[in-house]
């Protein structure tokens, strides 16, 4: 074994409760780290699922052709904005209709496909420009009326909700950052308090290693080596404790939220959210670990 | 040859205050190539303070320290630790880990010299043997004796082949037998090349052993 990290798991071994402390502490902070993450990525895929479900219906007049209703979707289509263009037919709404009210059936038997107007559907790419498309759609020739996804009530409730999950997702982030951070900066001082416990009980040993002429990688190898140790530790158990987690919640937090994607539907997908998680957390612990015991080192007073 | 080209330390005019005191006051002198020096003096005479200055622990206030042709308190951060890679000392106090093995601890002086681990043993185990360790390989320092532990610096000091070692008091903590013992072992040492700087004040060794001598009173040369 390499001799620093033989010294950096025998410094570890012969105080284990200072160990503990640290790899606990930072084991919190990236299991909560991890939530966070997760927790920004449904908000975000939340957000993303009402900005851009089909949410604009033109209704088309009754005499509109065949050719009026290609033109207008083909003009639609050129859009950068819209996306997910659907022709509904006067038969197809009928059909809608009576699947919607299918808990009464006399309901379905008393209209025929002639009252139901044909429509053109299309969701928009963000919703800040559907105010514009309507008003432009609602010009065209072929167009009766123009209106939002019946489901949320209209183009002021949509906008509200969307509103609402936005002011909702930025207080997540920002308190999930917040509450990161300051988990952040106790594990970093939790590693500032043992690393420099172990650099003030390394004294003898640190002037020793000096009068035999090693140099200061030398000395502060085993020192940061042991960061490392802790913060792994905490990554990989703070992160596997969140997987694991998620993975117990997912089906019910998936069967809640119905169709709204907040989690990767496959195993790949889950693994991919995971997988850049664990690489970004192990970033972070690199810096703590780093940032922490060269910080400890330096408050030693230097000796020629 | 001149003597300054043969030299290997160069003492010109070195004065060392610690606060007030004067450790040592307008020093010179200079150490042969292979030469085994006594220096010589009672407690707190500057002794301690001149191979400090060699081994660049403290700098000088006034004058020149130079070693192997350089100039010791030129030495920046980085050139230090290489400097020092080239001395071994044998420290009074021992100055070993008592966290390690008497093995580990003369293969963290390998390891500091940057010898790939695969040479460790082979050469722990051949200064140890020198140093009459060869049983004591795997103990803690707590579990030797003083002049095994006195022995134990020796073994790290050597292990790194060194080109001078400097021994502060080596025999101040042993009896006679043992000093005697130890001080055949700096003897065969020094018979391989290697300059010896040694500070003493057991005068019974200095007479036994006759070497050259610097003696030290109050921080100024006598002879």
Known sequence: MNIHLKTAWDYIRRSPFQALAASFVLTLTFFVMTLVSVLVYSSSKLITYFETRPQVIAFLKSDATDTNIADLQHKLAADIHIKDIKYVSKEEALSIYKKATSDNPLLGQLVSPSIFPASLEFSVTDLSFAQSIIDNVKGESVVDSVGFTAALGGETSLNDVVTRLKTITTYVRIGGIVFVGLLAITSLVVLLVITSMRVVGRREEVEILNLIGATKGFIRSPIIIEAFFYTLFGVILGWAISFIAVLYLAPTAVSYFGEIPILPRDALGIFELFGVVFAIEIFVGAVLALSGSLIAISRVKKAR | ?223
């Open chain 2, 1 to 223: 040859m001149s003597e300054e080209e043969t030299g290997i330390i160069h003492f010109k005019n070195v004065t060392k205050k610690f606060g007030s005191l004067v450790a040592l006051g307008d020093v010179s002198f200079d150490i042969k190539k292979g030469e085994f020096l006594f220096i010589t003096g009672p407690s707190g005479a500057g002794k301690t303070t001149i191979l400090k200055l060699i081994l660049g622990e403290v700098v000088p206030d006034s004058g020149e320290v130079i070693i192997d042709g350089a100039k010791v308190a030129n030495l920046n951060s980085k050139d230090l630790p290489k400097y020092r890679q080239k001395i071994g000392t044998i420290f009074q106090d021992f100055k070993v880990l008592p966290e390690r093995t008497i093995a580990e601890n003369v293969a963290v002086a390998l390891a500091v010299i940057g010898l790939p681990q695969v040479e460790w043993n082979s050469r722990v185990e051949h200064v140890l043997k020198l140093a009459g360790l060869n049983r004591a390989t795997n103990l803690f320092p707590s579990q030797l004796s003083g002049g095994e532990l006195q022995r134990v610096s020796l073994a790290r000091a050597l292990s790194v082949n060194p080109k001078i070692l400097l021994a502060d008091e080596p025999t101040g903590n042993l009896d006679w037998e043992t000093s005697d013992k130890l001080m055949e072992l700096f003897e065969k040492i020094n018979k391989e090349g290697k300059t010896i700087v040694m500070a003493t004040h057991n005068l019974e060794i200095v007479k036994k052993y006759k070497k050259r001598i610097i003696n030290i009173i109050g921080g100024k040369l006598t002879k």
